[in-house]
């Protein structure tokens, strides 16, 4: 995930994907700061609980004080474990405010030493699992070194761009005042990586319509203003990290609905190279073989595989023929199809 070619906050939601799918949690948080001031420039939590993330926002000194970022960089992520086994962690703002909302106690983190920010992915679990481990700990230490490559320059980029495929539908439902009155559980992630905030405010966590892009929440309210009850709308973002479709639709209400409701579905068709490197996680493969594949996944030639690796045209067909006899695959991008449709009949 790392050396693919968009900026980390994009890739932040896949690449949590695959640290709760082999660390369990029941929540997590990624997150850059400066790496001068140390004043924290994004992040990201799943599962968002909107009322949790208002109230941190109001006041982060007060998690910032119980577990402060210069402590946790030089410890490498340790101060976290140290500081929720001390007396009256539980009276803690960090505790009472934000983790007993998730019903959650125990926590392991790692810093992500990239070039041009300072990063931290953080997981917590239930009171009553206990501590995480050490191998835990060393896990999310090598991929916290891995993640370390986050928005530096990817020789990917030189590739022809990946082709886009849907992978997932999203909705809620908005009332002419622009609050959500409900969403589906992925709606955050895409609004997170649609509005191209990066390390800007994180309007994506508001529970209205602000959260949505400027211009798709100019059409919803476009849409209540207009008379006709069968009004649709479409608005397609084209980002390098994918495309969103916002289709707003009027809803037929009950009578004793006094404010009008539209829908909201969003579509996301994501670039073909990152499904790839998240479905890959798993894969008996050596990091050689799953750039390759990856880059494959961008529908380049062998002989542009082979420059951007720096191996010989030879070499890299010998890498490609071993991995489709290994899983006795016709073609590339029957391998491609293969990764993405999670059938690990390997194991």
């Given at each position: 995930?790392?050396?693919?070619?968009?900026?980390?906050?994009?890739?932040?939601?896949?690449?949590?994907?695959?640290?709760?799918?082999?660390?369990?949690?029941?929540?997590?948080?990624?997150?850059?700061?400066?790496?001068?001031?140390?004043?924290?420039?994004?992040?990201?939590?799943?599962?968002?609980?909107?009322?949790?993330?208002?109230?941190?926002?109001?006041?982060?000194?007060?998690?910032?004080?119980?577990?402060?970022?210069?402590?946790?960089?030089?410890?490498?992520?340790?101060?976290?474990?140290?500081?929720?086994?001390?007396?009256?962690?539980?009276?803690?703002?960090?505790?009472?405010?934000?983790?007993?909302?998730?019903?959650?106690?125990?926590?392991?983190?790692?810093?992500?030493?990239?070039?041009?920010?300072?990063?931290?992915?953080?997981?917590?679990?239930?009171?009553?699992?206990?501590?995480?481990?050490?191998?835990?700990?060393?896990?999310?230490?090598?991929?916290?070194?891995?993640?370390?490559?986050?928005?530096?320059?990817?020789?990917?980029?030189?590739?022809?761009?990946?082709?886009?495929?849907?992978?997932?539908?999203?909705?809620?439902?908005?009332?002419s005042d622009g609050k959500i009155l409900a969403k589906s559980a992925e709606i955050h992630n895409l609004l997170f990586i649609s509005r191209q905030t990066g390390m800007g405010p994180p309007e994506w966590a508001r529970d209205d319509w602000l959260a949505m892009p400027p211009q798709v929440t100019a059409l919803a309210q476009k849409l209540f203003d207009t008379a006709d009850p069968n009004e649709r709308i479409v608005e397609t973002?084209?980002?390098?990290?994918?495309?969103?479709?916002?289709?707003?639709?009027?809803?037929?209400?009950?009578?004793?609905?006094?404010?009008?409701?539209?829908?909201?579905?969003?579509?996301?068709?994501?670039?073909?190279?990152?499904?790839?490197?998240?479905?890959?996680?798993?894969?008996?493969?050596?990091?050689?073989?799953?750039?390759?594949?990856?880059?494959?996944?961008?529908?380049?030639?062998?002989?542009?595989?082979?420059?951007?690796?720096?191996?010989?045209?030879?070499?890299?067909?010998?890498?490609?023929?071993?991995?489709?006899?290994?899983?006795?695959?016709?073609?590339?991008?029957?391998?491609?199809?293969?990764?993405?449709?999670?059938?690990?009949?390997?194991?």
């Open positions: 995930m790392a050396e693919l070619p968009y900026p980390s906050w994009a890739l932040m939601p896949s690449i949590g994907e695959i640290v709760r799918a082999h660390i369990g949690c029941a929540v997590m948080n990624f997150g850059w700061a400066d790496t001068q001031s140390l004043q924290p420039l994004a992040t990201w939590v799943h599962p968002l609980k909107p009322h949790v993330y208002k109230r941190f926002l109001a006041n982060p000194q007060d998690v910032f004080d119980d577990v402060p970022i210069k402590a946790m960089r030089d410890s490498r992520g340790r101060f976290l474990q140290m500081v929720e086994t001390m007396p009256g962690y539980e009276e803690a703002p960090i505790y009472q405010h934000m983790l007993k909302e998730y019903d959650a106690r125990w926590g392991l983190s790692t810093v992500i030493p990239a070039n041009q920010w300072l990063g931290f992915m953080t997981v917590y679990r239930e009171d009553n699992l206990g501590p995480y481990a050490e191998n835990d700990w060393k896990l999310m230490e090598d991929a916290g070194m891995a993640l370390s490559q986050l928005d530096q320059a990817s020789p990917l980029s030189t590739l022809p761009a990946s082709e886009l495929h849907d992978v997932t539908t999203s909705t809620m439902l908005l009332d973002q084209l980002l390098p990290w994918g495309k969103f479709d916002y289709i707003l639709e009027k809803m037929q209400t009950q009578e004793s609905q006094s404010k009008p409701i539209i829908t909201v579905t969003i579509r996301h068709y994501e670039p073909l190279d990152i499904t790839v490197a998240r479905c890959l996680w798993g894969w008996p493969m050596s990091p050689q073989e799953k750039r390759i594949i990856i880059a494959s996944a961008r529908q380049a030639s062998l002989e542009q595989i082979a420059q951007i690796l720096e191996i010989s045209s030879g070499t890299h067909k010998n890498y490609s023929n071993e991995l489709l006899a290994r899983f006795n695959l016709p073609s590339r991008s029957a391998l491609v199809k293969k990764i993405i449709s999670g059938e690990r009949d390997f194991e």
